[in-house]
């Protein structure tokens, strides 16, 4: 079955980096456009950056512009998200998303905290 496995996530202080990983499995990889998003406490979840399937589109929320990368690796069937000069702000939990035939999956989601 589709699955998305999100990885990566922890406590780092603001300045600070982090890479997180979504693992796919059950489709092919390759074939689809990928997203990472976030929902930190008592707000919606929101998108944070967007690649098409062959990484030849990227696009960012305004808030992360300049400071987050999206990547992928189609020959491992990984996502990617390398996250620097975190601020408290983009503490959230961190979830990628896939569109299959226009139905959402999601992955479980991994926590990234931004604290001294």
């Known amino acids: 079955q589709v699955q998305l496995v999100e990885s990566g996530g922890g406590l780092v202080q603001p300045g600070g980096s982090l890479r997180l990983s979504c693992a796919a499995s059950g489709f092919t990889f390759s074939s689809y456009a990928m997203r990472w998003y976030r929902q930190a406490p008592g707000k919606e979840r929101e998108r944070v950056a967007y690649?098409?399937?062959?990484?030849?589109?990227?696009n960012y929320a305004d808030s992360v512009k300049g400071r987050f990368t999206i990547s992928r690796d189609n020959t491992k069937n990984t996502l990617y998200l390398q996250m620097n000069s975190l601020k408290p702000g983009d503490t959230a939990v961190y979830y990628c998303?896939?569109?299959?035939?226009?139905?959402?999956?999601w992955g479980q989601g991994t926590q990234v905290t931004v604290s001294s």
């Open positions: 998303l896939v569109y299959l035939e226009l139905a959402p999956t």
């Open positions: 690649i098409s399937n062959a990484s030849a589109s990227t």
